[in-house]
């Protein structure tokens, strides 16, 4: 994620230890922000578009303290638009709702491995050989009627025809 403020700094060569309070609290905030998304981008996990704007205003929001010192006034009165302790809250709960199940996990390896062997699709009787818990599960749920596949947080696998199903990476 590309931060206005980070550019702002390296474009007038600004020291942060010279900013005031407001904008070296904000950009600290940022910071830790930043970095507990990296961790979880690591682990396989996503934030989610809430946490990117919320994180976009308070860079908006950094921005224009920046702005205010650059000029040596202060029109920013405004306080920071989203609590840094209210972001990290959301970023867990998103987090706890990715974690997943060791089926789902195995499955999930199942899915990664198809798509190394590049089959986009497959029969069913197929998948009971190449993902057998994958054919476990979709067996065990299958309705003819009904939509039939399996979607993990990396991979979906649907029946597209008649017991014929595509795999696309998310």
């Known amino acids: 994620m590309n931060l206005a403020y980070e550019s702002l700094i390296k ?13 070296r609290i904000g950009i600290d905030g940022i910071k830790k922000t930043m970095n507990i998304i990296s961790v979880l981008e690591k682990s396989g996990k996503k934030v989610g578009q809430s946490v990117l704007e919320k994180l976009n205003a308070n860079d908006k929001w950094v921005t224009r303290e920046i702005y205010d010192y650059l000029e040596g006034e202060e029109t920013n009165s405004d306080e920071i638009p989203n609590d840094l302790q209210d972001i990290q809250k959301e970023i867990k709960e998103e987090a706890k709702k990715q974690e997943q199940d060791p089926l789902g996990l195995a499955i999930d390896l199942e899915l990664s491995s198809m798509k190394k ?10 998948l009971k050989s190449k ?13 003819a009627n009904e ?13 597209t025809d008649v017991e014929t199903f595509t795999l696309k990476q998310k």
Do not use: C, M, R, W
Not at 135 to 142: A, E, G, L, P, R
Not at 147 to 159: P, V
């Open 11 to 23: 474009k007038h060569n600004i020291n942060i230890s010279d900013l005031p309070k407001d904008a």
């Open 147 to 159: 939509d039939n596949g399996i979607e993990t947080s990396k991979f979906s696998l649907i029946e």
């Open 117 to 126: 062997e590049n089959i986009e699709t497959i029969s069913f009787q197929d």
């Open 131 to 143: 993902a057998p818990k994958s054919y476990s599960v979709i067996f065990n749920s299958y309705d």
